[in-house]
C-alpha cells in the first residue's frame, strides 16, 4: 500500500515563476492537506481540500491556489514566486476525522 | 490564536532516557501529536494522545499530558542514534462536518543522541 506520494522532490524556480506541485493520497483517503515548512520552522497550514473543494484555509496569500481532482489527487500552485517561497511543501492525507500522514515533500528553491 | 512551544535542542547519551517537553495555549484541543522528521524527509506520526487522557504508552514511548497546564511531553526510553531526528509536538482543534484535523506545529526539537 504506497503511502502519500509528492511529485517532484526538489524544484528550483526564479522569482516571479509559477509552480505546479502535486500530490497522491494514500490509498482510502479523501481529504488532502498542504503544509509549508520554512528552514528551521514547523509545518504551517496552507489549506485542505475534500470533495474537490477547498474546506480550509490558513494564512497565506491568494498566490497561494490549489486543486482536488476527482480521484482525491491534488495540485498546489503558486504563482508571482517570492525568494520567501522557499521551503520544504508537504502534503498530508486522511479520511475525515482521521490522523494524517504526510508525504516527503516538495523542496522549493526560489532564486 | 494557536500557539505551539517547544524547546530547541536535547542532546542525551545512548541507552539514557529522553524528555522532550511542549506547550500549547488551545484549550480547545483535541489531539496532541508528536513527530518525529529525519533530515530531508518528510513527517512520520510517532504517536497521539486524546485530549482527555493524561498518559498514554507505546513501547518506548510515553506521553504525558497536563491540560491544566497546556503541557505536553514525549519521553523516549533507551534512546539510540537512530532516535536522532527533529520532533514536533501538534495540537488540532475539533474538525469542522467535512473536513479533517487542522494541525499546528511547534517550531521543532532537534534531538542529538551521542555514545
Known amino acids: 500500500d504506497a503511502g502519500v506520494t509528492q511529485s517532484p522532490t526538489h524544484l528550483i524556480k526564479t522569482r516571479g515563476q509559477q509552480v505546479t506541485l502535486r500530490c497522491s493520497p494514500k490509498?482510502?483517503?479523501?481529504?488532502v492537506s498542504w503544509y509549508q515548512q520554512a528552514l528551521g520552522q514547523g509545518p504551517q497550514f496552507i489549506f485542505q481540500?475534500?470533495?474537490?473543494?477547498?474546506?480550509q484555509r490558513g494564512n497565506f496569500p491568494d498566490r497561494f491556489s490549489g486543486h482536488q481532482f476527482p480521484n482525491y489527487s491534488s495540485e498546489l500552485n503558486v504563482n508571482a514566486l517570492l525568494l520567501g517561497d522557499s521551503a520544504l511543501y508537504l502534503c498530508a492525507s486522511s479520511g475525515v476525522n482521521e490522523k494524517l500522514f504526510f508525504g516527503s515533500g516538495t523542496q522549493l528553491s526560489v532564486l | 490564536g494557536e500557539d505551539v512551544e517547544q524547546s530547541l535542542f536535547l542532546s542525551v547519551r545512548e541507552g539514557d532516557s529522553s524528555v522532550i517537553n511542549c506547550t500549547y495555549t488551545?484549550?480547545?484541543?483535541?489531539?496532541l501529536y508528536w513527530y518525529k522528521q529525519e533530515p530531508g524527509a518528510g513527517l512520520q506520526l510517532l504517536t497521539y494522545i486524546f485530549s482527555n487522557m493524561d498518559m498514554k504508552q507505546d513501547q518506548r514511548l510515553t506521553v504525558l499530558l497536563n491540560k491544566k497546564d497546556k503541557h505536553l511531553s514525549l519521553r523516549i526510553a533507551d534512546t539510540q542514534t537512530g532516535d536522532s531526528a527533529i520532533y514536533f509536538c501538534a495540537e488540532s482543534e475539533p474538525p469542522s462536518a467535512g473536513t479533517a484535523s487542522k494541525l499546528t506545529f511547534g517550531t521543532g526539537t532537534r534531538l542529538q543522541v551521542t555514545l
Open positions: 488551545d484549550s480547545s484541543s483535541t489531539y
Open positions: 481540500y475534500y470533495e474537490e473543494e477547498e474546506r
Open positions: 490509498s482510502g483517503h479523501d481529504t
